[in-house]
């Protein structure tokens, strides 16, 4: 689930310019930091990540069109980050 905010919070970051603040970025910086705290009282999902990332790309895709009325056509099929990248505290989509 936390993985999934965090998607949506990228997307709308990349596609929402006008939005973009300090406290936005602090909730993807929060957001990362919860999902290294589940993986960490969790080790075995770890491995399942790349798969879980597809799921919640999906889901994410959704939210973010109910939320800010953007077309779910606008974004990429698949997950156009890395789980790296995703997960790295100095990434923000252009």
């Not at 936390?2 to 970051?13: A, V, Y």
């Not at 970025?25 to 790349?50: A, F, Q, T, Y």
């Amino acid at each position: 689930m936390r993985l999934g905010h965090l998607l949506q919070h990228l997307l709308k970051w990349q596609f929402q310019p006008v939005l973009r603040s300090r406290c936005f970025g602090i909730k993807i910086k929060n957001l990362r930091r919860e999902v290294e705290d589940v993986l960490e009282e969790n080790p075995s999902l770890r491995p399942k990540m790349e798969a879980t990332i597809l799921k919640a790309y999906s889901k994410a895709k959704g939210w973010v069109e109910v939320e800010t009325g953007l077309t779910e056509a606008l974004f990429s099929e698949q997950c156009p980050w890395t789980l790296e990248e995703v997960m790295s505290t100095g990434f923000l989509p252009d």
